[in-house]
């Protein structure tokens, strides 16, 4: 079935630092697929989504590209903050269900 | 933007009672709403998915009849866990979806303790 594999955290930064989660899918088709991230204690909030091959979605700084040829949606962001600490969910739909990815810790220090 | 409301956000509850979770569109119908079960430090575990009016679908493994799950509205489902047990304890979440091509939206979450 389909799957999305993520990169294992926790991944520390430092502030400022230049920032990459790896994401990688199988699927048969052509998925739509999402970033989203969760802070402590709290549901998920969409981060951001590309619908089909060589879409970039973005938001707050945070982008990634739908990559067919790699099957890959890296989330990237050019200088993290604090404020970034927070889990992240690398997902794909699946019909109309999505699957996520085991999640990756991320931890950014001041 | 869509906004889904989760209730309570948490709850502690004795073994063998029966605990209902509220998940709610507030500004959109949901024609779909999911329920997922959290581990510490884990992924979402998709549990069931619910549609306005008909009975809820059940992924492989879960027990449809400890987690019982009503929508009776397009705007309202609950989850029941029925006669808890610590190991029900978890963090669960719902998300709704007024069509996947709208996306879906999660609510907040409900930290479930058994005790």
Same mark, same amino acid.
């Given at each position: 079935g389909d799957s999305v594999t993520q990169m294992e955290g926790p991944v520390t930064l430092s502030e400022e $630092?230049?920032?990459?989660?790896?994401?990688?899918?199988t699927a048969t088709g052509y998925p739509s697929l999402f970033w989203y991230v969760q802070y402590p204690g709290?549901?998920?909030?969409?981060?951001? =989504? $590309?619908?089909?091959?060589?879409? =970039?979605?973005?938001?707050?700084?945070?982008e990634?590209?739908?990559?067919?040829?790699?099957?890959?949606?890296?989330?990237? =962001?050019g200088s993290v903050q604090v404020s970034d600490s927070a889990v992240y969910f690398c997902a794909l739909l699946y019909g109309n269900k999505l699957v996520f990815g085991a999640g990756t810790i991320l931890r950014v220090k001041s | 933007g869509a906004v889904v409301s989760q209730h309570p956000s948490w709850v502690i509850c004795k073994s063998g009672t029966s605990v209902k979770i509220e998940c709610r569109s507030l500004d959109f119908q949901?024609?779909?709403m999911f329920w997922y079960r959290q581990f510490p430090k884990q992924s979402?575990?998709?549990?069931?998915?619910s549609?306005?009016?008909?009975?809820?679908?059940?992924?492989?493994?879960?027990?449809?009849d400890k987690f019982l799950i009503n929508h009776a509205s397009?705007?309202?489902?609950?989850?029941?866990?029925?006669?808890?047990?610590?190991?029900?304890?978890?963090?669960?979440?719902?998300?709704?979806s007024e069509s996947s091509d709208y996306g879906y939206t999660f609510g907040s979450g409900t930290r479930l303790t058994v005790v």
């Amino acid at each position: 079935g389909d799957s999305v594999t993520q990169m294992e955290g926790p991944v520390t930064l430092s502030e400022e $630092a230049f920032l990459t989660i790896n994401c990688t899918y199988t699927a048969t088709g052509y998925p739509s697929l999402f970033w989203y991230v969760q802070y402590p204690g709290e549901g998920l909030q969409l981060l951001l =989504k $590309a619908t089909k091959a060589d879409d =970039k979605g973005s938001n707050k700084g945070f982008e990634a590209t739908y990559r067919k040829e790699t099957t890959s949606f890296h989330l990237e =962001k050019g200088s993290v903050q604090v404020s970034d600490s927070a889990v992240y969910f690398c997902a794909l739909l699946y019909g109309n269900k999505l699957v996520f990815g085991a999640g990756t810790i991320l931890r950014v220090k001041s | 933007g869509a906004v889904v409301s989760q209730h309570p956000s948490w709850v502690i509850c004795k073994s063998g009672t029966s605990v209902k979770i509220e998940c709610r569109s507030l500004d959109f119908q949901a024609t779909t709403m999911f329920w997922y079960r959290q581990f510490p430090k884990q992924s979402l575990m998709l549990m069931a998915t619910s549609n306005e009016g008909s009975k809820a679908t059940y992924e492989q493994g879960v027990e449809k009849d400890k987690f019982l799950i009503n929508h009776a509205s397009l705007t309202l489902s609950t989850l029941t866990v029925t006669s808890a047990h610590p190991e029900d304890s978890s963090f669960y979440i719902c998300s709704a979806s007024e069509s996947s091509d709208y996306g879906y939206t999660f609510g907040s979450g409900t930290r479930l303790t058994v005790v």
